[in-house]
C-alpha cells in the first residue's frame, strides 16, 4: 500500500499562483487614506528545509526576543554576514534539480515577525489591506495567528485583506518566507537568487467607499492637438484634472487641447479621483501608441529606442531599492542621452515608473517570467507550455498590467524573458491585448511573432540587423509587417561594449529598425570586505556563472563605465558633421524641437581653445537638419599647428534632470592636419664600453636594448602584441566564432619570444634586428628596431613584417616599456576616457591631463582598459613621446601578465615599475561575451606595418612624482 501525506507545506510545490490575496490593481504611492509603513526592523529566524519548524512562530505571545534583527526591505542573505546564508549567482542554471514543481528538501525558509501598533489616529471605521509589494520566492502570511493565505510572483504585489483582524495595539505580523518553491521555475533570471522579502510592506486603511481599481485612458490626436480622458473605476466618483478644467465623472469621456506626454516632453497634469471614501492623486499623461505602417508609432511618430535594460540593483541591498537610488537610475539614464528602459526582466519597484513618467522614459515593462533552465532539457516539461501553469502566468500577466496600467511612460508590455515558446504565453498574450488595448505587446522568443506586435530579438548580428532592415529577412507573413527591435544588444560586460555605433547607424538608416536595449545597466558587484567586490563563485556556490552578472554600463557604485559614456556619444539628441567652415546640424530627436539647447563653438589649436562663442542654429524639427556656417577661423595659427572646430549643445536653462550648461551633444570639425614630428639623423651611435649611445639616450651593447634617455631610465622596450583579455576577447562559451582569446593562447600570443638577429651600428642609425614568434609554431613577426638622433631627440621606427602563416588576428601592435617613476600624465589626443577602434566614438581630442592610477578603469574582473586613443604626443614620468602617427597610449603599475591574472582588483599591488604601452594598433572590442565579435573595419590582422615615436627628456622643472 502506498500513500501521499498532505503536508502544510503543499502549497510551496503547488503551481497556482496562490490563495487568500486580493484580485491586482492599480498602485499608487499615497493617497489621502492613512496608511502605515511596515518597512524596518524585523525579527527573522532562518531554517534549513520548509517544514523544520512549526508555524507556532505565527501566535500572538510567541517570544521572538532572540531571533536576528533584519531590515525589511532586505534579502537575508544581504544580511548578518553570512549567518543567513549567501547569495548564489547563475545565469540560466536552476541552482536545483529540474523536477518540476518540485524544489530541493534543503529549501532555506526565513520566518519574519513584526509587531506594530496603529497609529492613534488610525480610523475605527473601514477596513484595511496589507500589501507586500516584492517577497522572493513564496511567502505564507498570518496576522494575529490568523493564516490570511500564501502567494508566489517575487517582483509583483499581493495584498490581503486584513481590516478584521486588527487591533489597536500589539499586531503581530509573521510572515514564513522559503526560498524555493514552484515559483522559482519561472524566475530564472540571469541574476543572484536573492530571498528576502525585498520591497515594502505597507498596512493601507480602506475606508468605507474607498477607490478599488481604475484605469486612466489617456489619448492623445496628434492631428487634433487633443486629448481623450476617460477613467474607468471599479467605484464610482469624480476626476478632475484643474489645469484642463476636467470634472467629470468616472467612465465618463472627455476632450481637451493638451500637451502629450513624450519621453521628450513629459507633460503630466496632476489630477484626483474622488470617491466617496478616498482622494486618489493622479498624474495623467496624454499619449496614443499604436502599431501602424509596421512602426510603433507615438502621437503620430515613430520612435527610435536609445534604451538599457535595467535590473534592480544595489552592491549592498540587492533588489531592495529605495527611492534616491532609482532616482539616480533614472537621472544618470536622462544626462547620458538615454530615453528608454526594458524593466528586465520583471516589473520594477513601482516608484521606478512614476519616475518615468516625471522625467520621460518609454518603458518595455516586462512581466516576472523566465524559464531559461528548461534549454538543457530541449524545454521539455516547459511550465510555459503546460496548462497546469496557465493560471500562474496569467495571475502574473495580470498583476503587472494591472499594477502598471496608468503609466503614460509604459508603452509596451513584455510577457517575460527566455521562456521558450507555448500556449501560457499566447494566454498571456491574449488576456493582455483584451485588457489593454492601448499598448502593444513584446516577447523576444517569439521569433514568428504569434502572440507579438513587434518582431524582437537579442544580439543579433550587424549584418543579420542589417537585412532585417531591409525587410529581407523572411519569417512568417505577420513577422514582415511588423517593426523590429533589438531588446538586448551591446552586452557591456567588461571592457566594451565594441561596435555600438554601427548598430546605431542601422538604426538610423533603416526604418523598420526602431533601435534597441543595451545589455544591461548596472555590473550586479556584491560589496565584500575582501574582494572589493564579489562575483558568481564567490560566495562558494556549486554552480556558477562567475563574472557574467558583471556586465554593466555603471559599475556597482554607479560610476559611468566607459561604456556608458559611448552610448551617449553614439545616441545623442543632436549631431555635427562638418568641414570647409560649415557644420550640418541634425535633430535627431523624434518630437522635440531645439529649443531646449543652445549652441556653441569653439576653435582649437593644437588642442587648446584659443576662442569660443555662440552659434546660432535655426529652429528645426525632428529629423531636418541645417547648413550653419561656422565663424572666420580665429588668428592665425602657428605654422605646423593642429587646429579644428568643436560645436556643441549644451541645456540652456536647468531641467529636472540636469542644469543649465550640461552638455547632450558635441562634433569636431578638423580644419588643418599637424605635421608630423621629424627628427633630422644627424647624430650617429657610438661603442662604449658595453654601452651604445646616440644622442641623449643609452643602449646596451649587446642586445641593443634602450637603458636610458637623458635621466630617464627605461627599460624592457620591445615589440608587444598581447593584452590582457577582456571579457569580450574571452567570448561566451556558447558562441562560436568569436572566442579570441582561446585562440590567441592557443597560438601562444601570451607567450612571445624574441630572438635578436642583430645590433647593427651605421653613420646615422642603431638598428636592432629581431623576430618575435611563439613556441611551438612557425609564423613570427620580423620586427626592426631602428633608432635615430638629432642629438637631443630620439627616434624609433619599428618596422614589422609578417612571416608565415598568421592564424589569428593580434590582440595589439606596439612597444611597451618600463619606467622607474611615473605619475601625471598629460597627453594630446583622444581623451578624457578610454578608447579603443570600435569604442572611440566618445573620445575627443583635447589636451589631458591625468595619474597613472587615473588612467585605469576599474572593470571587476581586471583586464585590458585605459587605454587613450589617437594620442599625438604624451608626458609621462620624465618623457615627451610625440607619435607619428598617432598611437594609443596605456600606462600602469602592473604588467599585463599580472593584470591578465588577476580575478578581483584587490589582486592587483602597484610595483616599483610603471609599464607604459604605446600601441600602433589595437584590435577592437566587440561584444563577444553576448554577441558579435570585433566587426571586419576594427580587426587587428598581421600585416606590415611601420610606425615611429619621438622621444625626449623633460625638462627638469616639470613636476614628476615619484612612484616609490
Ligand atoms: C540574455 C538574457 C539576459 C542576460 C544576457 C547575458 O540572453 O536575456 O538576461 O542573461 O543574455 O548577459
Request: charged share 25%; with cysteine; net charge negative.
Amino acid at each position: 500500500m502506498s500513500f501521499r501525506t498532505t503536508t502544510a507545506i503543499d502549497y510551496v510545490e503547488d503551481v497556482s499562483p496562490g490563495s487568500g490575496a486580493l484580485p491586482p490593481r492599480a498602485w499608487y504611492a499615497a493617497s489621502d487614506a492613512t496608511s502605515l509603513s511596515l518597512n524596518g526592523s524585523w525579527r527573522l529566524r532562518v531554517s534549513p528545509t520548509a517544514d523544520a519548524e512549526d508555524d507556532s512562530f505565527a501566535e500572538p505571545g510567541f517570544d521572538a526576543g532572540n531571533w536576528a534583527e533584519v531590515t525589511v526591505p532586505g534579502h537575508w542573505v544581504l544580511q548578518g554576514e553570512g549567518a543567513f546564508g549567501l547569495p548564489i549567482y547563475t545565469n540560466h542554471l536552476y541552482p536545483f534539480p529540474v523536477d518540476p514543481p518540485h524544489v530541493p528538501t534543503e529549501n532555506p525558509t526565513g520566518d519574519h515577525i513584526r509587531v506594530f501598533d496603529l497609529p492613534e489616529d488610525w480610523p475605527s471605521d473601514g477596513g484595511a489591506v496589507i500589501r507586500f509589494d516584492g517577497v522572493e520566492s513564496c511567502a505564507r502570511v498570518w496576522l494575529n495567528g490568523t493564516d490570511i493565505g500564501e502567494f508566489k510572483g517575487s517582483r509583483l504585489p499581493h495584498e490581503f485583506a486584513v481590516g478584521h483582524l486588527l487591533k489597536p495595539a500589539g499586531n503581530v505580523l509573521a510572515v514564513r518566507v522559503h526560498q524555493w518553491s514552484a515559483g522559482s521555475y519561472l524566475e530564472d533570471q540571469d541574476q543572484w537568487w536573492l530571498p528576502g522579502i525585498f520591497r515594502d510592506v505597507t498596512l493601507l486603511h480602506r475606508p468605507a467607499g474607498s477607490a478599488l481599481d481604475f484605469f486612466v485612458h489617456a489619448s492623445y490626436d496628434h492631428r487634433t492637438g487633443e486629448g481623450t480622458l476617460r477613467v474607468d473605476s471599479d467605484v464610482d466618483g469624480r476626476v478632475s484634472v484643474p489645469a484642463l478644467d476636467i470634472d467629470v465623472e468616472t467612465g465618463e469621456t472627455v476632450t481637451v487641447r493638451v500637451d502629450p506626454w513624450t519621453a521628450e516632453t513629459p507633460k503630466l497634469y496632476d489630477g484626483v479621483l474622488v470617491t466617496e471614501g478616498e482622494r486618489v492623486p493622479l498624474r495623467i499623461g496624454f499619449r496614443t501608441v499604436v502599431l501602424e505602417d509596421g512602426l510603433i508609432k507615438v502621437n503620430g511618430k515613430p520612435l527610435l529606442f536609445k534604451g538599457v535594460n535595467r535590473h534592480e540593483w544595489h552592491p549592498e541591498k540587492g533588489r531592495a531599492l529605495d527611492l534616491e537610488t532609482m532616482r539616480e537610475d533614472v537621472l544618470l539614464m536622462k544626462r547620458h542621452n538615454l530615453n528608454a528602459v526594458r524593466t528586465s526582466h520583471y516589473p520594477p519597484h513601482p516608484a521606478f515608473l512614476d519616475l518615468c513618467d516625471e522625467y520621460g522614459l518609454w518603458v518595455i515593462d516586462e512581466c516576472d517570467l523566465e524559464t531559461h533552465g528548461f534549454t538543457e532539457q530541449a524545454w521539455r516539461d516547459n511550465p510555459v507550455d503546460d496548462d497546469r501553469w496557465t493560471p500562474a502566468l496569467l495571475d502574473r500577466a495580470a498583476r503587472m498590467v494591472e499594477r502598471d496600467k496608468n503609466h503614460p511612460s509604459v508603452v509596451v508590455w513584455s510577457l517575460g524573458n527566455e521562456a521558450g515558446t507555448g500556449r501560457g504565453l499566447t494566454a498571456m498574450a491574449e488576456w493582455i491585448h483584451g485588457r489593454d488595448s492601448s499598448r502593444l505587446v513584446h516577447y523576444e522568443g517569439d521569433w514568428n511573432c504569434r502572440d507579438t506586435d513587434v518582431y524582437s530579438r537579442m544580439y543579433a548580428n550587424h549584418g543579420e540587423v542589417e537585412q532585417i532592415g531591409k525587410e529581407l529577412d523572411g519569417g512568417t507573413h505577420k513577422r514582415r509587417e511588423l517593426p523590429f527591435i533589438l531588446c538586448e544588444y551591446g552586452h557591456a560586460m567588461g571592457n566594451g561594449p565594441g561596435g555600438i555605433a554601427d548598430y546605431q547607424e542601422l538604426f538610423e538608416k533603416y526604418e523598420r529598425l526602431q533601435g534597441g536595449f543595451i545589455w544591461e545597466w548596472i555590473d550586479h558587484g556584491v560589496t565584500h570586505p575582501e574582494l572589493g567586490y564579489a562575483y558568481g563563485g564567490d560566495f562558494g556556490e556549486e554552480l556558477h556563472d562567475g563574472n557574467f552578472v558583471c556586465d554593466g554600463l555603471i559599475f556597482p557604485d554607479r560610476t559611468p563605465s566607459p561604456g556608458l559614456l559611448e552610448f551617449k556619444k553614439v545616441i545623442e539628441p543632436v549631431s555635427f558633421e562638418g568641414a570647409d567652415g560649415t557644420v550640418r546640424v541634425t535633430n535627431k530627436q523624434d518630437f522635440a524641437g531645439l529649443s531646449a539647447f543652445a549652441f556653441e563653438w569653439s576653435y582649437q589649436v593644437d588642442g587648446e581653445s584659443v576662442e569660443s562663442g555662440s552659434l546660432s542654429v535655426p529652429a528645426l524639427a525632428p529629423g531636418e537638419s541645417a547648413d550653419v556656417k561656422l565663424p572666420e577661423p580665429p588668428a592665425q595659427s602657428p605654422a605646423g599647428a593642429e587646429t579644428q572646430w568643436t560645436v556643441r549643445a549644451l541645456l540652456a536653462a536647468d531641467t529636472d534632470w540636469a542644469p543649465q550648461g550640461h552638455e547632450v551633444a558635441w562634433g569636431e570639425v578638423p580644419v588643418a592636419a599637424r605635421s608630423l614630428p621629424s627628427v633630422a639623423a644627424t647624430d650617429g651611435p657610438v661603442a662604449g664600453d658595453g654601452v651604445i649611445t646616440l644622442g641623449p639616450a643609452s643602449f646596451d651593447a649587446r642586445t641593443g636594448a634602450l637603458k636610458t634617455i637623458g635621466g630617464v631610465e627605461v627599460s624592457g622596450l620591445r615589440l608587444d602584441v598581447w593584452r590582457a583579455t577582456t571579457d569580450n576577447d574571452e567570448g561566451a562559451e556558447w558562441l562560436t566564432g568569436v572566442r579570441c582569446a582561446e585562440q590567441w593562447r592557443k597560438y601562444g600570443l601570451h607567450r612571445m619570444r624574441h630572438r635578436l638577429a642583430s645590433v647593427e651600428l651605421d653613420d646615422d642609425a642603431l638598428t636592432v634586428r629581431t623576430r618575435v614568434a611563439p613556441a611551438a609554431w612557425e609564423f613570427g613577426l620580423a620586427t626592426v628596431y631602428r633608432w635615430t638622433s638629432d642629438g637631443s631627440r630620439l627616434r624609433l621606427t619599428v618596422s614589422v613584417g609578417p612571416e608565415g602563416e598568421w592564424p589569428v588576428p593580434l590582440p595589439r601592435l606596439g612597444v611597451r616599456f618600463g619606467l622607474t617613476r611615473a605619475d601625471a600624465v598629460k597627453w594630446y589626443g583622444g581623451g578624457p576616457g578610454e578608447g579603443y577602434p570600435d569604442t572611440k566614438a566618445a573620445s575627443r581630442v583635447g589636451r589631458w591631463e591625468s595619474t597613472v592610477d587615473g588612467l585605469q578603469t576599474p572593470y571587476l574582473r581586471p583586464q585590458e582598459n585605459g587605454a587613450r586613443a589617437d594620442v599625438r604626443w604624451a608626458e609621462l614620468g620624465g618623457l615627451r613621446i610625440e607619435g607619428d602617427p598617432e598611437f594609443f597610449l596605456t600606462a600602469r603599475r602592473w604588467t599585463t601578465e599580472q593584470l591578465d591574472a588577476a580575478t578581483h582588483l584587490t589582486d592587483l599591488t602597484p610595483g616599483e615599475t610603471v609599464w607604459v604601452n604605446l600601441d600602433h594598433a589595437l584590435h577592437g572590442i566587440g561584444t563577444g561575451s553576448c554577441g558579435p565579435g570585433v566587426l571586419p573595419p576594427y580587426q587587428l590582422h598581421a600585416g606590415p606595418a611601420e610606425f615611429s615615436f619621438v622621444f625626449s627628456e623633460i625638462p627638469e622643472n616639470s613636476e614628476i612624482v615619484d612612484v616609490s
